[in-house]
């Protein structure tokens, strides 16, 4: 991969150890009793989704997330109303023996910050909103105007400063890629330098007046998008001598099986790379249920100390830019293919029934193979026979000495027998770090035939497997690369998580050509599921509708959840389509823009419908909010009917 030279300068102000696991050393803040950041742990944190002023729901809410874990409660307050209600709703979680600090999502409304500081121990301010009404106007600054407006902002937000500063509280500087504001976009556009510039004009406001509790987050709904704008910030903030805490987060990461991946790709890519001291999994789904999710991640780093077990490398991958690492097209693995899903069935017999867990459906009437979108491209058979005909598509992957050269049948070598003579149009070769020698990788270079199954091999899969990729660029070698990972010996929800994280984030860096979920205990559907997820996520390979679901908050005017599974279950065969689902306008109309169709709140029972970022139709009722979203795929083409199988 080729590097320019403005991101060599930056990734080396970036202080990550890409190949071993360091935790950033940051600054360490106090958000009332709480530390965060330094060598405190990863804490983990909800948000209700009650109206603030209904008092007793947001107390009983936060109740449930404290004892589901969250470590900090954060509540929305829209206008004074709200803020004030703070003080009801922390006197009575004090009164439940419940002390936990409590944050202010203030979003457009600074007199409401300044009020809410008064009675919470931190604020989370968006620097898009704050002092900005959106217009979506593009204007065209000089730099006298520009720094006009950053005094206008000064004035606006150092009132909030200086309270903060005098009452002992604490701040997160919350940029959000779906609601950077006009002046941001005019000079920066939709980017993740424009995301660290947003933080950054507010940060240097903070520190004029020495304040320094601060936390900053970078979210954007695209794992991608995100995890570039955080290692961006942290180079700037490197370069300019900052080492403030990192709250991660993907925003409206959506529900169920697929808020869960996106969010543990995102956040468990930062985590990987050492960066985060505290985190929220936004799931369209009640909060306490983030919080046992948000734990699974952090623990996996609680114990894991700076382990040592691969030197260092030059970077052959840029971490602010996504580029894909070049590999021979070998079969229909590397190149310009998407990545390839491969599946391990070596223990078990292998019936056609059994292919039905990885998207083939036989129909014994029509005597053919249906496949689904989420159909495998190989199948690891180990020494099983097949004693049927497979699907066309299918390849099968064979260990090396059962192999007897049958039609879209390879041998599977290890790398300790891998025999370069062997006959066979193409070789599949597993290998682990330690088998990257100068001799092994030799014997491959130069050749058209091999793919590559890279085994993580440590704890530390994630740097593993991307520290392997590298070895590999370092060394000539482009033979296509599968990304291996076995993971048994854990239930449902952490297989997702930990295979999202140690396959997806070396996606996110451009490495791997395919992955490969290996290991038997999952079942065949959750492994491919969670593959085809990971690939979604990254989307590095669509097959399926996204949905941009924001987890909905005190602001939200209608059901979320059920109003996501409403659209859902009329559009989930919509392959390719992105449709965003917010509770309201804050980040509504910005996230449009990596939304093909939008569904806002804007009123009570109130929707409004966007195509990308343009509003199509305002106040449409709610009770023909989903039919009209339909009319509007509909007439742009993109809608197709559901097939009924
Ligand atoms: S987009 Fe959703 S979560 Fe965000 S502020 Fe609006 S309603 Fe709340």
């Not at 559907?525 to 997820?533: D, H, K, M, P, W």
Request: charged share 25%; hydrophobic share 40%.
């Amino acid at each position: 991969m080729e590097q320019n030279a403005a991101s060599h300068s930056q990734s080396d102000q970036l202080n990550v150890d890409w190949f071993n696991y360091r935790r950033r050393v940051s600054r360490q803040i106090k958000v009332g009793d709480l530390t965060l950041g330094g060598d405190a742990p990863i804490r983990i944190q909800s948000m209700t989704t009650a109206d603030t002023l209904d008092v007793e729901k947001t107390v009983d809410e936060s109740i449930r997330m404290v004892d589901a874990g969250s470590e900090l409660v954060r509540i929305t307050a829209p206008s004074k109303k709200e803020a004030e209600a703070l003080g009801s709703i922390a006197q009575a979680l004090h009164v439940a023996n419940k002390h936990v600090p409590l944050v202010a999502d203030i979003h457009f409304t600074p007199n409401a910050a300044e009020v809410a500081a008064d009675h919470v121990e931190k604020i989370r301010v968006n620097p898009g909103n704050y002092a900005d009404k959106k217009k979506f106007e593009e204007i065209d600054y000089t730099d006298e105007s520009y720094a006009a407006e950053l005094d206008r902002i000064e004035t606006r937000f150092t009132p909030l400063v200086l309270k903060c500063k005098r009452l002992g509280r604490a701040m997160r500087i919350g940029t959000n890629h779906g609601s950077l504001s006009d002046r941001i976009l005019s000079r920066y556009g939709d980017t993740p330098t424009g995301m660290v510039e947003s933080a950054l004009e507010f940060l240097r406001i903070c520190q004029k007046h020495d304040y320094h509790e601060i936390v900053i987050s970078m979210k954007a709904s695209n794992p991608q998008v995100m995890v570039q704008a955080y290692r961006l910030l942290v180079a700037r903030m490197d370069a300019e001598g900052m080492n403030y805490p990192l709250h991660l987060g993907v925003t409206e990461a959506g529900d169920g099986e697929d808020g869960r991946i996106k969010s543990a790709i995102g956040i468990g890519a930062l985590l990987e790379d050492g960066l985060g001291d505290t985190i929220r999994v936004s799931l369209t789904e009640a909060p306490e249920a983030e919080l046992p999710v948000a734990r699974k991640l952090v623990d996996r780093y609680a114990q894991r100390g700076h382990s040592s077990t691969m030197d260092a490398l030059p970077l052959s991958f840029d971490p602010f830019n996504h580029a894909r690492r070049a590999a021979q097209e070998v079969l229909n693995i590397g190149g310009k293919n998407v990545p390839v899903v491969v599946h391990d069935l070596s223990s078990g017999d292998i019936t056609p029934a059994r292919l039905f867990g990885c998207g083939y459906r036989y129909s014994v009437p029509l005597d053919k193979w249906n496949l689904d979108d989420f159909a495998c491209d190989y199948i690891y058979s180990g020494n099983r026979e097949i004693d049927f005909e497979l699907p066309g598509t299918l390849g099968v992957i064979q260990d090396a000495a059962d192999w007897k050269g049958a039609t879209r049948h390879y041998p599977l070598w290890s790398a300790a027998n891998w025999n370069p003579n062997a006959t066979s149009d193409v070789h599949f070769i597993q290998a682990k770090k330690a088998d990257l020698t100068e001799a092994f990788v030799s014997s491959l270079r130069g050749r058209k035939d091999i793919v590559l199954a890279l085994e993580a091999s440590s704890a530390h899969a994630m740097a593993d497997l991307r520290g392997c990729c590298m070895q590999l660029d370092q060394m000539k070698c482009d033979v296509p690369v599968i990304l291996t990972r076995k993971l048994d010996d854990l239930d449902d929800e952490s297989f997702q998580l930990f295979a999202s994280v140690d396959l997806g984030a070396p996606l996110l860096d451009g490495f791997g050509d395919g992955i490969w979920m290996a290991g038997n205990q999952a079942s065949l559907q959750l492994r491919n599921s969670t593959a085809f997820g990971i690939l979604q996520a990254t989307r590095t390979r669509i097959s399926k509708t996204e949905y941009i679901s924001c987890p909905s908050c005190g602001r939200t005017l209608f059901d979320l959840q059920e109003t996501t599974a409403k659209i859902r279950s009329v559009t989930s065969h919509l392959k390719g389509v992105k449709i965003g689902i917010m509770g309201c306008i804050v980040n509504g109309p910005g996230e449009m823009a990596d939304a093909d169709y939008g569904y806002v709140g804007t009123g009570p029972g109130k929707i409004t419908l966007y195509k990308e970022k343009e509003v199509v139709e305002r106040n449409v009722p709610e009770d023909r909010a989903v039919d009209a979203l339909v009319d509007l795929i509909r007439s742009h083409g993109d809608w197709v009917e559901p097939v009924e199988v």
